[in-house]
């Protein structure tokens, strides 16, 4: 298996614009996790899917944000509109149970 | 008061010494413990997984866990520079996963 992947990598946005977020998790994992990553904070639970449905969203800032699981094979997170202060590396992860966790290479966001 | 709480460090130890990771938590309802290990610019990954109390070993990595003290250790013994990065402590509890903010740890040749 290829691992979770995450695209962009990298991604330079101007304020205000739409930004759209995209994850493949690993094949038969149940659970997927959004995580934001900055120096100030560290590695911040967004969101999490169990079986397509989400079960925890407190994580969220704001309503700007918002997150699908259409099928258990793709996941996007999207900030609309977005903000400098959203800059950080945000990851995708997946994993069979809660804990063992499999990370994704992260998309650096960088707004302008 | 955090879920996890880890020194942020940096932790700096010569190459072949003990690296000891310290970790506590809030919940004494929390279940499961996990290190990962994140480089510079890279995502995290798991190196060590702990359930019961005591003491349990993988290779030169030791993990540790008190839970009436609510504490989790990760001994790194014959320490690499290889070894240097950020490890962080996550617990898990019923549906709810935490992470620490890591320690920064450098092996010095």
């Known amino acids: 298996d290829a691992g979770v992947i995450q695209s962009p990598r990298h991604e330079v946005t101007e304020m205000g614009q739409e930004v759209t977020l995209r994850c493949k998790p690993i094949s038969g994992h149940d659970y997927l996790f959004w995580y934001r990553q900055t120096m100030m904070r560290g590695l911040e639970l967004l969101i999490y899917?169990?079986?397509?449905?989400?079960?925890?969203d407190s994580g969220m800032p704001e309503d700007r944000f918002s997150a699908k699981m259409p099928n258990a094979s793709f996941s996007t997170l999207k900030i609309q509109p977005s903000e400098p202060r959203d800059s950080a590396v945000y990851f995708c992860a997946s994993s069979l149970t809660l804990g063992t966790t499999f990370f994704g290479q992260g998309t650096r966001l960088t707004v302008v | 008061q955090k879920e996890v709480e880890q020194n942020s460090g940096p932790l700096s130890v010569p190459e072949g010494a003990i690296a000891s990771l310290n970790c506590t938590y809030s919940?004494?309802?929390?279940?499961?413990f996990f290190w990962y290990r994140q480089y510079s610019g890279k995502s995290p990954e798991l190196i060590m997984s702990?359930?019961?109390?005591g003491d349990k070993e993988d290779g030169r990595f030791t993990a540790q866990l008190n839970k009436a003290s609510q504490y989790v250790s990760l001994l790194i013994r014959d320490s690499q520079p290889s070894d240097s990065a950020t490890y962080l402590c996550?617990?898990?509890?019923?549906?709810?996963?935490?992470f620490g903010t890591g320690t920064s740890l450098t092996v010095i040749p």
């Open positions: 702990i359930y019961s109390n």
């Open positions: 899917f169990n079986n397509n449905v989400p079960i925890d």
């Open positions: 996550a617990v898990e509890r019923g549906n709810q996963f935490y």
């Open positions: 919940d004494r309802g929390s279940q499961s």
